[in-house]
C-alpha cells in the first residue's frame, strides 16, 4: 500500500519526542504532515478523536520506564479504525523498560494496527549544565536514524496491500509493566528577582499547574516534573531546585553518561 497521508500524534512536554516522529515522518514522505499535538492543557479534556489518515506515528516520552499518565489518558481519547501506527519512545540515556510495550497495547486498544515500533534518546528532561544526560540529543545522528527507519517503513508498507496483512509488532517489556513512579512531593520552583512575567513557563505546562499573579504558584498535584516551564524560561528564573531531584540528576549522569542508540521494531 502506498502511504499519501500521515498524521504525527505526539505528547511531547520537552519536545525530543516530537522532533523523533518529526524525523521519521521526513523518511515516509517529503508532503505536508498534519500534526495532531497532544501536550498542550486543552488537550486535557478534549473530545475523542477519530483518525482517518493512512499511517499514524505516535510519540511519547519514558518516565520511570513507563508512559507518563497524562500521555496515557490523552492518547486513550482516540479512536482509529485499523490505522497503521509506528509507535516510538523517547528516553533520557537511562533506560525504556516497558514504556514501548505499554505503547504498543495502548495503540491495540484505541483501534490502531502497530507496524513499527522505535525506542529514541532525547536529552534528559533532568539535564543540567553541571550534570549534562544525553545532552542536545537528539542530534544530527539521531535525526538521521530516524528518517532511515521512516525509509524501511515505507518500503514494507509498500510490500503489503492492506495493513491486516502484517504480522503483529513484537517490542520488548515485560507483564506486568513496572510500578509507576509515586508522585514528586515538590514542583520547579520560581526565582522571583529574575522572573519577567513573560507567561512562557504557564504557556509550555502541559498540565496548567502554573498560575502567574504577583507571584508564581504551582500546584503540586497536578505537576508531573516534565520540565517543560524550566527549559521554556528565558532568563533562568525558573529551575528544578529539588534535592531528590538534584541526586537523581547527579546518579544519571555518573551512571547513564555512555551514548545509547535508536533501536527499532518492524
Ligand atoms: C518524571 C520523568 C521521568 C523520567 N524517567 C525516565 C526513565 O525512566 N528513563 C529514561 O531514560 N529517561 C527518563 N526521563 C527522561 C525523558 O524520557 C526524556 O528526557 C525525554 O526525551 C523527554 O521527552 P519529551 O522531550 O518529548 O518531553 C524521565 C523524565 C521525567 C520528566
Ligand atoms: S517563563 Fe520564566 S521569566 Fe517567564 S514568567 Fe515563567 S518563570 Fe517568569
Ligand atoms: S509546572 Fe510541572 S507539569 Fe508544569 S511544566 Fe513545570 S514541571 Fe511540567
Redesign the pocket.
Known amino acids: 500500500m502506498n502511504i499519501s497521508s500521515v498524521k504525527l500524534v505526539y505528547f511531547?512536554?520537552?519536545?525530543?519526542?516530537?522532533q523523533i516522529v518529526e524525523g521519521i515522518a521526513k523518511g515516509i514522505q517529503d508532503g505536508p504532515i498534519e500534526h495532531l499535538d497532544l501536550t498542550p492543557r486543552q488537550a486535557k479534556s478534549q473530545a475523542f478523536i477519530e483518525l482517518h489518515e493512512e499511517l499514524a506515528i505516535i510519540?511519547?516520552?519514558?518516565?520511570?520506564?513507563r508512559l507518563?499518565i497524562e500521555a496515557v489518558s490523552r492518547l486513550k481519547r482516540l479512536k482509529a479504525n485499523n490505522t497503521p501506527a509506528v509507535v516510538v519512545v523517547?528516553?533520557?540515556?537511562?533506560?525504556?523498560?516497558d514504556a514501548l510495550l505499554e505503547l504498543r497495547d495502548l495503540a491495540l486498544e484505541t483501534g490502531f494496527k502497530p507496524v513499527a515500533g522505535g525506542a529514541f534518546i532525547?536529552?534528559?528532561?533532568?539535564s543540567t549544565e553541571e550534570t549534562p544526560i544525553a545532552n542536545g540529543r537528539p542530534d544530527t545522528e539521531d535525526l538521521k536514524k530516524a528518517m532511515e527507519f521512516g525509509k524501511k517503513i515505507q518500503e514494507t508498507m509498500g510490500k503489503i496491500s492492506r495493513p491486516m496483512d502484517t504480522s503483529s509488532l513484537q517490542v520488548p517489556g515485560n507483564y506486568p509493566y513496572r510500578e509507576r513512579?509515586q508522585r514528586s512531593e515538590a514542583t520547579p520552583i520560581t526565582k522571583e528577582e529574575y522572573c519577567i512575567k513573560c507567561g512562557k513557563c504557564a504557556d509550555a505546562c502541559p498540565t496548567a499547574a502554573i498560575t502567574i499573579n504577583s507571584l508564581i504558584t504551582t500546584e503540586q498535584d497536578t505537576c508531573?516534573?516534565?520540565?517543560?516551564c524550566v527549559k521554556s524560561c528565558p532568563t533562568n528564573a525558573r529551575v528544578m531546585d529539588l534535592p531528590r531531584i538534584k541526586n537523581v540528576s547527579e546518579w544519571l549522569y555518573t551512571n547513564?553518561s555512555k551514548r545509547k542508540e535508536p533501536e527499532t521494531y518492524i
Not at 523517547?90 to 523498560?97: A, D, H, M, P
Open positions: 511531547s512536554p520537552t519536545k525530543t519526542s516530537k510519540g511519547a516520552p519514558v518516565y520511570g520506564g507518563p523517547v528516553y533520557g540515556n537511562r533506560e525504556y523498560e532525547g536529552e534528559h528532561s533532568f513512579s508531573i516534573l516534565c520540565c517543560a547513564f
